[in-house]
């Protein structure tokens, strides 16, 4: 029996979606689901979590519905399904009378492998009547952190998804989920009453990513330097704080010839979905973005994530890097941070509304986040550690590849704690190290700042190097920003011990930062290790993608992925019998576009 489905579960992966194996946990799932049972599944971005429904579906009798918050994407998601051949729909606001009865009676029928939907219409009325007269395999909820008042996704519709296990209690249910952390995870258990399902945890790392936070100067011109050496013609996801800032940021890209399109959510509905749809379609475009872009965005390519701003958190860090490289390729996450982040932040913890607790919790995140920043080991250590994943140095960040020096740093730091003290904790971070470094002007004269002993105590260091001396110690909480108007550094209970020389202090090494001298590499991060023909090859190939999504009215990453057509590139199949070995390639989508490509590797070697 357990063989049996294991057995047709394998010929669906391959014949329908064209892959030869099950990823990580993927066939556990599918067989366990397959089965009947519940399952909580928790997997990082790009960890094949669609599959592990939707093959079930397919083996089951009757129709698979998916619950997804995000009505924008369910299109795509829709047109995907429909490439490899599987029968599905939506039901969702955006649709005429006419099509929802349309859909509907196939519903009822089984005329449909899967249908999606919005989770407040499912829970109407009318759509659980509906569901109660047809045949359904299985409920799949998507996104499924949702349902947690701590997380920022939070939707209260979420909540009452606990009624499908009291009005269908014989069908099974999986809720997926890409959020890490703990707290998140017994949430959903309990409001979805899936405490007794299985649950199926995979590891947190992704391997394909590789980190690096580096030290903000120039914040926009250091991001250009990035996109421009490592990314050219990629796609990629830039994130800033302020609505602001993205449509500086965007206008500045496309000012030196780098295509970008902002988003954030005080711009109008219909641009702002038009963006999405570009950006999702096309395959050059950097989106700029608040962190309100993302959720669900599941193009496979995207190449790089970056942040100009400091994140708040290590989840929503570790969330919005996780949306590069979903293919299993190559990606970068790349951060510019510097003291005015940490500023910033800060103030807005004091400023907001929220109780002292609630602030603590904030102030102990952003705290993590500062951690990361400032740590002397691996990046993705540090964070899998958060999550409570061991593991060891990745080799895969930027600690790993470059490793900073450490420095016994407590004669400085006891310098800039009695500069602060000496102004009377009254100056924020740029005048005091104008204090320690002896700069003559008119502020420090007015306010016989010249007159103190620590003035020009600190002549020997530049002012980003105490930049950076001022940060790790906010990091480290021997220093705090108040939150008055002029962000005056303040001691803490903590810097007694430094000032005493009771406590040393070990700091990262400033590094002056060196200009990349690395030659721009003209290509993509898909096409790194192809031959000049197989280069070649690509790009027709890439351009043959582009005209017939075109035509289809659909992404390209819809018609075959990078990392399919990176394989067709190596394998130069010559018949149809030699592309259908290639992953990602399915039955359906042999007899769709076989024949063009083989015709297109046959001109081209
Ligand atoms: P998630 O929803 O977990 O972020 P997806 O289901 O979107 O991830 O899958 C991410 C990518 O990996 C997709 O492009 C998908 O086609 C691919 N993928 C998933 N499972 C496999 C597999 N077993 N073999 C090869 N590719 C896979
Ligand atoms: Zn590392």
Known sequence: MTSDIQERALHVLETVFGYPAFRGQQADIVEHVASGGDALVLMPTGGGKSLCYQIPALLRDGVGVVVSPLIALMQDQVDALAEVGVRAAFLNSTQTFEETLRIERMVRTGELDLVYVAPERLMTQRCLDLFEDSHISLFAIDEAHCV????????????????????????????????????????????????????????????NIRYAIVEKTNGRKQLIDFISTEHAGDCG???????????????????????????????????????????????????????AFGMGIDKPDVRFVCHLDLPKSLEGYYQETGRAGRDGMPSNAWMAYGLQDVVLQRRMIDESDADENFKRVLSSKLDAMLGLC?????????????????????????????????FDATVPVQKLLSAIYRCDQRFAAGHIIDVLRGVESERITQWHHDKLSVYGVGADRGEQEWRAIVRQVIALGLVTVDHDAYSSLKLTEAARAVLKSERKVELRQYQKPVKQKRAAPTRGYAEMDLSSTEQAIFEKLRWWRMETARAHNVAAFIIFGDATLREICKAKPTSLDELRGVSGVGAKKLASYGDEIVAIIAEMV
């Not at 939707?155 to 099974?172: A, D, G, K, N, T």
């Not at 691996?378 to 593991?391: A, I, N, P, Q």
């Not at 990745?394 to 900073?404: E, I, Q, S």
Request: charged share 25%.
């Open 237 to 291: 996801i830039v994130y800033c704080l302020s609505r602001k800032k993205v449509e500086e940021t965007a206008q500045f890209l496309n000012e030196n010839g780098i295509r970008a399109l902002p988003y954030h959510a005080g711009m109008d509905y219909a641009v702002r979905a038009a963006n999405q749809a570009q950006f999702l379609r096309e395959e050059n475009i950097v989106m700029v973005a608040t962190i």
């Open 374 to 406: 400032e740590t002397l080991s691996c990046r993705r250590m540090r964070m899998l550690e958060y999550f409570g994943e061991r593991s060891g140095p990745c080799g895969n960040c930027d600690t790993c590849l470059m490793p900073p020096t450490s």
């Open 148 to 207: 947690s008042q701590w997380g920022h996704d939070f939707r209260p519709e979420y909540i009452r998804l606990s009624i499908l296990h009291e009005r269908f209690p014989q069908v099974p249910r999986i809720a997926l989920t890409a959020t890490a952390d703990q707290v998140t995870r017994a949430e959903i258990a309990q409001r979805l009453q899936l405490e007794e399902a299985r649950q199926f945890v995979s590891s947190f790392d992704r391997p």
